[in-house]
């Protein structure tokens, strides 16, 4: 028997020991073979929280393409100097890893500029792109490729769009490109630098190959609910995404709904509820490109929320009608949603600061 027992003692840790090695190795194969996103797509809605998010699902009807994720986090806003952000700081603070001043443009509290991760990503050969509905210098993009020491500073912003190699960027604010105190036109500038220049809906869309510059308005592009096409803001994304497609080592695109924001400021329910349903389409278009891709991960947050919206009593699926007050008519304070979908997606779960962001997207890409 002890010889017996000694023998089943040495039979159990030679199982062990195999056991142990082939579950290493499967671990280690495992962990090589998990994909690391080659694209990512971040999607801003400016001013979007869920209160936000519940009123464009209930004017659809009771759906949502935010509903397809699976991995949802909430981000913490606050700036450097103040609990409640503005979309500079908030923007800069998600495009840069860093805290920041409110009206701060891609610079640190000491207004010297940071790196952005659209600018790491030029910097190794990925293609980079940006479709938003205001104006293409407003604090959102503007924070992503340009380092100023306030948002009021559009010409400025402008310039620093020719300091960059961005290969499609979409959106309003024509008149900081051509119509400007310094008598520069950078639409010839742009040019070029081998852009296409268009300057309408119809003529960007147009655009199928090589690098695009594409203004749909000369100041701020029209809401929805006031004569936007609803096929802008997808269609647009559709297509800065095939015009990056052609680069092997992958692209990075910042997709903003804009005027999200602008309803909350305005306290206007039909204004946030149509910019909502907007943003939700491309979300769906974006998510449809992503599954079918297995090399993009998809990223939906906001800078901030903007209004203290909620729903009250009178809202219902059926009627698409939503009962709306506000606490405010400026930012508010609380934290932000964060979806995310695709490889490295189970990362954006949990309660982080909005810099984590930055981070998150750096390791992914494996940019130091």
């Known amino acids: 028997m002890k010889q017996l027992g000694s023998h089943s003692r040495v039979l159990f840790t030679l199982f062990t020991v195999i056991f142990l090695t082939a579950f290493t190795l499967h671990a280690k194969k495992k962990k090589s073979e998990e994909k690391k996103p080659r694209k990512i797509i971040l999607m801003i809605g400016d001013g979007m929280g869920l209160a936000q998010i519940c009123a464009g699902t209930v004017a659809n009807g009771g759906y949502s393409h935010f509903q397809r994720f699976k991995v949802i986090g909430l981000s913490r806003t606050s700036s450097a100097d103040d609990y409640i952000t503005d979309s500079a700081a908030g923007a800069t603070a998600i ?179 149509a910019e909502m349903l907007d943003f939700n389409r491309t979300i769906g278009a974006v998510l449809d490109y992503a599954a079918n891709d297995g090399n993009t991960l998809v990223i939906v947050t906001a800078d901030h929320e903007t209004g203290g919206l909620s729903l009250n009593e009178g809202t219902s699926y059926r009627q698409k009608k939503v009962s709306a007050k506000f606490s405010s008519k400026a930012h508010t304070g609380i934290m932000v949603p964060v979806f995310a979908f695709g490889p490295g997606s189970e990362q954006f779960a949990g309660i982080y600061e909005n810099t984590e962001l930055f981070y998150k997207m750096m390791k992914f890409y494996g940019f130091r």
Not at 114 to 122: F, N
Not at 218 to 238: E, F, H, I, M
């Open 95 to 273: 495009s840069t890893g860093k805290k920041t001043y409110n009206k701060a443009i891609g610079v640190g509290v000491d207004s010297l500029p940071l790196k952005t991760i659209l600018e790491y990503a030029e910097e190794n050969k990925y293609a980079t792109g940006m479709v938003v509905t205001c104006p293409i210098t407003h604090a959102t993009p503007a924070s992503f490729i340009a380092h100023q020491a306030s948002r009021s500073m559009d010409e400025q912003i402008a310039l620093d769009f020719l300091k960059t190699d961005i290969d499609v960027f979409i959106g309003g604010g024509k008149i900081f490109f051509d119509k400007r105190a310094d008598g520069r036109n950078l639409l010839t500038e742009l040019s070029a630098k081998g852009y296409q220049v268009k300057t309408d809906t119809a003529s960007v869309a147009a655009v199928k190959n090589g690098k695009l510059a594409g203004f749909i308005a000369d100041k701020d592009p029209k809401a929805v609910y006031l004569g936007r096409d609803t096929s802008y803001l997808r269609n647009a994304t559709l297509q800065a995404i095939q015009l990056m497609s052609n680069n092997l080592n992958g692209f990075f695109l910042m997709v903003e709904g804009s005027q999200i924001d602008w309803g909350g400021h305005e306290n206007n329910i039909e204004y946030i509820t």
